[in-house]
Protein backbone atom coordinates (compact mmCIF):
# COMPACT_ATOMS: atom_id res chain seq x y z
CA UNK A 1 0.00 0.00 0.00
CA UNK A 2 1.15 3.57 -1.05
CA UNK A 3 0.19 6.68 0.43
CA UNK A 4 0.16 9.74 -1.16
CA UNK A 5 0.03 13.84 0.27
CA UNK A 6 0.10 16.54 -1.80
CA UNK A 7 1.00 20.23 -0.51
CA UNK A 8 1.83 23.70 -1.94
CA UNK A 9 -1.24 24.63 -3.97
CA UNK A 10 -2.96 27.94 -4.24
CA UNK A 11 -4.04 31.00 -5.75
CA UNK A 12 -1.99 33.61 -7.81
CA UNK A 13 -2.31 35.98 -10.69
CA UNK A 14 -1.12 35.06 -14.29
CA UNK A 15 2.54 35.07 -14.77
CA UNK A 16 3.48 33.37 -11.82
CA UNK A 17 4.63 30.34 -10.38
CA UNK A 18 3.60 27.86 -7.95
CA UNK A 19 5.16 24.38 -6.51
CA UNK A 20 3.11 21.33 -5.71
CA UNK A 21 4.78 18.53 -3.67
CA UNK A 22 3.86 14.98 -2.92
CA UNK A 23 4.92 12.73 -0.07
CA UNK A 24 4.90 9.44 -0.99
CA UNK A 25 4.91 6.77 1.57
CA UNK A 26 4.11 2.76 2.71
CA UNK A 27 6.41 -0.26 2.37
CA UNK A 28 6.25 -0.98 -0.91
CA UNK A 29 6.79 2.56 -2.68
CA UNK A 30 10.19 2.80 -4.04
CA UNK A 31 11.02 5.69 -6.69
CA UNK A 32 13.07 3.52 -8.77
CA UNK A 33 10.33 1.46 -9.57
CA UNK A 34 7.47 3.63 -9.78
CA UNK A 35 5.44 6.31 -11.97
CA UNK A 36 4.53 8.91 -10.34
CA UNK A 37 2.43 11.73 -11.94
CA UNK A 38 0.07 14.72 -11.54
CA UNK A 39 -3.19 14.82 -13.17
CA UNK A 40 -5.55 17.66 -12.82
CA UNK A 41 -9.28 18.10 -13.12
CA UNK A 42 -10.92 21.48 -13.80
CA UNK A 43 -14.81 21.78 -13.50
CA UNK A 44 -16.56 19.94 -16.04
CA UNK A 45 -13.72 18.35 -17.75
CA UNK A 46 -12.00 15.40 -17.69
CA UNK A 47 -9.15 14.81 -15.35
CA UNK A 48 -6.19 14.79 -17.48
CA UNK A 49 -2.40 13.94 -17.39
CA UNK A 50 -0.12 16.90 -16.46
CA UNK A 51 3.26 15.34 -16.39
CA UNK A 52 4.77 11.86 -15.05
CA UNK A 53 7.88 10.53 -13.87
CA UNK A 54 9.19 6.78 -14.48
CA UNK A 55 12.24 5.10 -12.12
CA UNK A 56 13.37 8.03 -10.67
CA UNK A 57 13.73 10.38 -13.89
CA UNK A 58 14.66 7.98 -16.42
CA UNK A 59 11.69 8.64 -18.49
CA UNK A 60 9.50 12.10 -18.15
CA UNK A 61 6.10 12.85 -20.06
CA UNK A 62 4.30 16.26 -19.89
CA UNK A 63 0.96 17.33 -21.58
CA UNK A 64 1.53 19.56 -24.46
CA UNK A 65 -0.31 22.29 -22.73
CA UNK A 66 2.52 22.78 -20.32
CA UNK A 67 5.81 22.01 -21.65
CA UNK A 68 8.03 23.97 -21.09
CA UNK A 69 6.14 25.77 -18.44
CA UNK A 70 6.14 22.87 -15.98
CA UNK A 71 8.60 20.71 -14.95
CA UNK A 72 8.49 17.35 -12.69
CA UNK A 73 11.28 15.88 -10.39
CA UNK A 74 11.97 13.43 -7.35
CA UNK A 75 13.77 13.67 -4.60
CA UNK A 76 14.79 9.74 -3.73
CA UNK A 77 16.19 10.26 -0.20
CA UNK A 78 12.97 11.74 0.46
CA UNK A 79 10.37 9.66 -1.63
CA UNK A 80 9.18 13.36 -2.77
CA UNK A 81 8.13 13.79 -6.11
CA UNK A 82 7.36 18.19 -7.55
CA UNK A 83 5.76 20.08 -10.18
CA UNK A 84 7.22 22.86 -10.77
CA UNK A 85 5.15 25.73 -12.37
CA UNK A 86 5.77 28.56 -14.22
CA UNK A 87 3.95 30.91 -16.32
CA UNK A 88 0.66 30.07 -14.82
CA UNK A 89 -2.69 30.93 -16.82
CA UNK A 90 -6.11 31.22 -15.78
CA UNK A 91 -6.21 27.82 -18.02
CA UNK A 92 -4.23 25.77 -15.66
CA UNK A 93 -6.98 26.47 -12.87
CA UNK A 94 -7.81 23.21 -11.52
CA UNK A 95 -7.79 20.60 -8.76
CA UNK A 96 -4.17 18.99 -8.60
CA UNK A 97 -3.66 15.43 -8.02
CA UNK A 98 -0.69 13.09 -7.47
CA UNK A 99 -0.52 9.51 -8.27
CA UNK A 100 1.86 6.49 -8.44
CA UNK A 101 1.67 3.15 -10.08
CA UNK A 102 4.14 0.27 -9.53
CA UNK A 103 5.77 0.21 -13.24
CA UNK A 104 8.26 -3.12 -13.26
CA UNK A 105 9.64 -2.55 -16.86
CA UNK A 106 10.85 0.89 -18.10
CA UNK A 107 8.81 2.22 -20.92
CA UNK A 108 6.18 0.43 -19.75
CA UNK A 109 4.59 3.31 -17.59
CA UNK A 110 0.72 4.34 -17.04
CA UNK A 111 -0.16 7.67 -18.43
CA UNK A 112 -4.28 7.49 -18.28
CA UNK A 113 -6.12 8.03 -14.66
CA UNK A 114 -7.48 4.51 -14.60
CA UNK A 115 -3.99 3.09 -15.14
CA UNK A 116 -2.86 4.33 -11.63
CA UNK A 117 -3.18 2.57 -8.68
CA UNK A 118 -2.74 5.13 -5.75
CA UNK A 119 -3.60 8.66 -5.33
CA UNK A 120 -3.33 11.75 -3.23
CA UNK A 121 -6.48 13.76 -1.86
CA UNK A 122 -5.72 16.51 -4.39
CA UNK A 123 -5.04 20.27 -4.21
CA UNK A 124 -6.85 23.50 -5.62
CA UNK A 125 -4.80 25.46 -8.11
CA UNK A 126 -6.58 28.77 -8.98
CA UNK A 127 -5.22 31.23 -11.47
CA UNK A 128 -6.35 34.68 -11.66
CA UNK A 129 -6.39 36.54 -14.94
Known amino acids: QVQLAESGGGMVQAGHSLTLSCAASGPTFSFRRYTCAWFRQAPGKERELVAA????????KYAESVKGRFTISGDNTKNLFILQMNSLTPEDTAVYYC????????????????????WGQGTQVTVLA
Open 53 to 60: ITWAGRDT
Open 99 to 118: AADYTPFIGDGPSAANEFDY
